[in-house]
């Protein structure tokens, strides 16, 4: 009846107004302080209160039903919270634990870290448990439950809690004298080009994961803990009022500290989410091109002028067109170039040409006499072709030259899209992932939205990547310049720029326009209030933020990141690594011609999906290069994650309001 009666106790504690208040938010400092304060009410009770000879039995059992309903409501508000942050938590540990170097693996002793986690969650649902059969349980059982709770056995849960503690704040001494926090901090500065772009979290975001899978396990720890000792009460084993005051103090002290420490963590911490080279590239799936823009084509010195003469060498044509096809000769076998034609060069009078198969490319690799050989020889379906320069007159030698061709048609995507792509921000929806995407030939970068909650969280029921505009280049009152940029020789240069809103905005949307010859990004922000989630006036002060830095400017000019004799970017053997910063441009350009016979544009535009694992707001965007030397590498977005470490306060100051 006793174990009946201390439940009753806390369901008369537990009024509307002071309960947990467990939202899908996940607020673990706000649980925690809530549970402080209905365990401390429920004290008060305990301790001659109320008499359990006074309570009828008939209002007892009716009290019974409604208390082990808000028991039962309680639970599944806070398995909800243990879904969504274990799942983040654990899946973060376990990460860290299988790509950390063994040096850190084991100084962080992580898999201790792990089994207390997981001991602690299993202790926790026997009392839930214990919640459910309550009819049916012996004294004995329960009391040798509390008795596990708070033993001084290490491996009690009072141990296990101070155990994570002691991992997760720094001792001062011994293996421990860096906390876990900090040396997680640190370890993830030295690993996050190899491991973090495929975490779907951000430094900081799995930081603040690990934070909140330790809070939680000693809030769960704490309950339980406060739990036994009123159970020993009621059992008439001691009073343990001092007891619980101790376990109370240090729970705070505890909880304190280790938001100390996940903040000071975080403020150091990157917020840059990417994503690395998927396993396997997937055109159109894991990345998207750019066709045809500057495309390798071998075109003889008479057709490149318009009076069909062999009076010049190669390199005088540097900006021409194709004029016409002497004799029928090579001319009419290959598809001929209708657009502009640049940077010829002679390497060798006679020559192999295998021609492709297919429209992306003109030839599979040229072999010239002299033994140079441009592209792969891997055979060639079509059959190769002799093609030899020849003398006219004796005086003039009618040169073969390896050219670049930029010319638009059906067979280049040389689209980018200009139209704004922009949150739906009259339902409070904010930008929360990026991605490169081709429709129609036009290049998109598309956004996921979701809805903004109540400190920084987002409603995942919300959550999708909104359809990208839906035209075409021939529609009418479609306009290049205004709906679309078409690349060219002269406009093929992308801005790279990390773009940060202002304190207290978050991004709804983004776009590129045009700075002279250049792409560039900007990022569309709306001001927003964190308490309660909602953007402020987002028609009338909402904005967008550039970083207009051109490469002649006399502040911080741009420069270029240059390929270097560039390969396919999917060719590559390693993965690729950022190799940008802001303030810088790259431009479209062919591949290399020893190694691709110059015959695909670089770099790619990565298409992966990027967003995180708990979709969060952003505080930034950013356009940057990532690859490997000799290749091409990917264009690719970056997320800015939303900096929660500035809103991190300690939960239970010295001073405080007694509870009452």
Not at 68 to 77: E, W, Y
Not at 123 to 145: C, G, I, P, W
Not at 487 to 497: G, I
Not at 548 to 555: E, G, I, Q, V
């Amino acid at each position: 009846m006793r174990f009946l009666v201390v439940f009753s106790l806390l369901a008369l504690a537990l009024s509307p107004a002071s309960s947990f208040g467990i939202h899908d938010a996940l607020d673990v400092v706000g649980v925690a302080k809530d549970v402080v304060i209905w365990i401390a009410k429920a004290w008060n009770l305990i301790e001659g209160h109320v008499e359990f000879s006074d309570v009828p039995l008939p209002l007892l059992e009716k009290t019974e039903k409604q208390l082990f309903a808000k028991i039962d409501l309680i639970n599944t508000k806070l398995n909800h919270l243990s879904a969504q942050v274990d799942a983040v938590g654990t899946n973060t540990i376990s990460m860290m634990l299988n790509n950390l170097p063994e040096r850190i693996r084991l100084e962080l002793r992580l898999n201790d870290l792990l089994n207390y986690h997981d001991l602690v969650g299993n202790a926790f649902q026997t009392m839930q448990k214990y919640v459910q059969h309550r009819d049916t349980l012996e004294e004995s059982t329960l009391k040798n439950y509390a008795d596990s709770v708070v033993s001084h056995d290490p491996n009690s849960v009072t141990g296990m809690i101070e155990s994570i503690y002691t991992f997760a704040v720094p001792s001062g001494r011994g293996i421990n004298d860096r906390g876990i926090l900090h040396l997680m901090s640190k370890s993830l500065k030295e690993v996050e080009g190899d491991m973090l772009c495929n975490a779907h979290q951000s430094p900081q975001q799995v930081l603040f994961s690990l934070y909140n899978a330790i809070a939680l396990t000693e809030l769960k720890g704490y309950s339980m803990i406060q739990f036994a000792y009123m159970l020993k009460r009621l059992y008439g084993e001691g009073n343990f009022t001092m007891e619980a005051q101790i376990a109370r103090e240090r729970f705070q002290e505890r909880t304190n500290k280790i938001i100390e420490a996940v903040k000071a963590a975080m403020d150091s911490s990157s917020r840059d989410l990417w994503k690395c080279d998927p396993k396997r590239h997937i055109s159109g799936d894991t990345y998207v091109e750019v066709t045809q823009l500057l495309q390798g084509y071998i075109q003889n010195e008479v057709d490149l002028n318009s009076e069909g003469t062999c009076r010049e060498n190669c390199a005088e044509y540097s900006y021409t067109k194709s004029h016409g096809c002497f004799q029928n000769l090579w001319c009419q076998k290959q598809r001929r170039c209708h657009g502009k034609v640049i940077n010829c060069r002679y390497v060798d009078s006679d020559m192999w040409i295998c021609p492709a198969d297919n429209q992306s490319r003109r030839y599979e690799y040229v072999e010239y006499e002299n033994g140079r050989v441009l592209g792969r020889k891997q055979g060639c379906r079509k059959g190769t072709s002799k093609v030899d320069s020849w003398w006219r007159w004796l005086f003039w030698h009618c040169s073969y030259c390896f050219c670049l061709c930029d010319e638009q048609g059906i067979n280049s995507d040389r689209y980018i899209n200009l139209r704004p792509s922009i949150a739906d921000v009259q339902n409070n929806m904010v930008v929360t992932g990026l991605r490169f995407v081709k429709n129609n030939r036009i290049i998109h970068l598309q956004i996921q939205e979701g809805k903004l909650l109540p400190r920084g969280n987002i409603d995942m029921s919300t959550v999708h990547w909104v359809p990208v505009e839906d035209y075409r280049i021939t529609d009418s009152h479609v306009a290049n310049g205004q709906d679309y940029h078409t690349l060219t020789w002269e406009k093929r240069a992308v801005d790279l720029d990390d773009l940060v809103a202002d304190d207290g905005y978050v991004v709804t949307g983004v776009r590129f326009k045009m700075i002279g010859s250049h792409l560039n990004f900007e990022i569309y922000i709306t001001p927003f209030d964190f308490e309660t989630g909602e953007l402020i006036d987002p028609q009338t002060k909402s904005m967008y933020k550039d970083n207009p830095n051109t490469d002649s400017s006399l502040h911080k000019p741009r420069t270029r990141v240059r390929l270097i004799n560039p390969d396919i970017s999917t060719r590559s053997p390693s993965p690729s690594v950022p190799d940008s910063k802001s303030d810088q441009y790259i431009e479209f350009t062919n591949t290399d011609m020893d190694r691709d016979a110059a015959q695909t544009t670089v770099p790619f535009l990565d298409a992966q999906p990027v967003d995180s694992l708990q979709p969060v707001p952003l505080s930034g965007a950013g356009i940057f290069h990532k690859g490997q030397k000799y290749f091409g590498g990917f264009i690719a977005p970056k997320l800015i994650t939303y900096d929660f470490s500035k809103h991190l306060q300690v939960a239970f100051p010295e001073t405080e309001p007694p509870i009452n």
